[in-house]
């Protein structure tokens, strides 16, 4: 079991920067592929980036080039630092946590209460 408190969340103008931080407590953070989804108004949930246990990587093609996931295993808390933010980026943001090397996160996986990214034109 692993508890996930995200915090980073705000309102930024276009062209700006945000980044997400979210803490992992409870269990063994090392053990856990991590990852940043999202869900804005009327849509489903959609994977942002993921990183596994050995520090390999995912992106979604929208992000690629602009945002950039790491995580601290020292801190237990896994980061997504956002550049160049457009305003189609707007949407709540979600982490997530599924034990082994995996570059996906599941519904019935471990989630925090997210946090609201908004970003004006």
Do not use: H
Not at 31 to 48: D, S, T
Not at 64 to 77: L, V, Y
């Amino acid at each position: 079991q692993v508890q996930l408190v995200e915090s980073g969340g705000g309102l930024v103008q276009a062209g700006g920067s945000l980044r997400l931080s979210c803490v992992a407590s409870g269990s063994t953070f090392s053990f856990y592929a991590m990852g940043w989804y999202r869900q804005a108004p009327g849509k489903q949930r959609e994977l942002v980036a993921v990183i596994t246990p050995y520090d390999r990587t995912k992106y979604a093609e929208s992000v690629k080039g602009r945002f950039t996931i790491s995580r601290d295993n020292a801190r237990d808390t896994v980061y997504l630092q956002m550049n160049s933010l457009e305003p189609e980026d707007t949407a709540v943001y979600y982490c997530g946590a599924r034990t082994g090397n995996y570059y996906y996160i599941g519904s019935g996986d471990f989630w925090g209460q997210g946090t609201q990214v908004t970003v004006s034109s």
